[in-house]
């Protein structure tokens, strides 16, 4: 499986994003294409970053950016870890930390 990018989140933890992925998080929102660099500054300096509540192997990285002209300004990135390292399941913006 090829990688679009691999980066060090804020714990350390190497996460990828693979082409399958990138492809559906184009397809699912395309406000997202030209954001590589937000989606990786997200991982790493996250302003709130938490487990999912219904499985601890998920973490929920939040990243505000005010110069959107949408309601939606933090941007969400959902990693899944797997012996040590993750992937980013998805990332999309939204209102409001969750």
Do not use: C
Request: no cysteine; net charge negative; hydrophobic share 40%.
């Amino acid at each position: 499986m090829s990688s679009i990018f691999e980066v060090e989140d804020v714990t350390g933890r190497l996460i990828h994003l693979s082409e399958e992925r990138w492809t559906h998080i184009n397809r699912e929102h395309p406000e997202l294409a030209n954001l590589l660099d937000e989606i990786k500054d997200a991982l790493m300096n996250p302003i709130r970053y938490d487990p999912w509540e219904f499985d601890a192997n998920i973490r929920y990285f939040y990243r505000y950016y005010k110069y959107r002209k949408s309601a939606e300004k933090y941007l969400l990135v959902i990693v899944k870890y797997l012996n040590g390292e993750g992937f980013i399941i998805t990332a999309y913006f939204v209102r409001h930390i969750q």
